[in-house]
């Protein structure tokens, strides 16, 4: 069994920064892309920013010079460092993973943190 575990949400001023983790466990043979979503109450689900096992990197437009995503893939963890947030950034964040288990590929997501962010 694998589970995403995330943390580092919380609340904060516009302009602050937070910095979410999430740690893989369980029965692991790799991971490939790791990505952040975000769902903002009545809106979709939306791909924040996304992290190759190689290290590319790719953001959203709203995010791009302020969100910066890495992983260490040593420790099966996926970071989203928040820089100059704003009150639209306020959302629930999932970490999702795609992690080979055996001979297949499965998609994991993580339970959601809040981060919300007061003007």
């Known amino acids: 069994q694998v589970q995403l575990v995330e943390s580092g949400g919380g609340l904060v001023q516009a302009g602050g920064s937070l910095r979410l983790s999430c740690a893989a466990s369980g029965s692991i043979f790799s991971i490939n892309a790791m990505n952040w979503y975000r769902q903002a109450p009545g809106k979709q689900r939306r791909l924040v920013a996304a992290?190759?096992?190689?290290?590319?990197?790719n953001y959203a437009d709203s995010v791009k010079g302020r969100f910066t995503i890495s992983r260490d893939n040593a420790k099966n963890t996926v970071y989203l460092q928040m820089n100059s947030l704003k009150p639209e950034d306020t959302a629930v964040y999932y970490c999702?993973?795609?992690?080979?288990?055996?001979?297949?590929?499965?998609?994991?997501w993580g339970q959601g943190t809040q981060v919300t962010v007061s003007s």
């Open positions: 999702n993973a795609g992690i080979v288990a055996g001979r297949y590929e499965y998609d994991y």
């Open positions: 992290v190759s096992n190689s290290g590319s990197t």
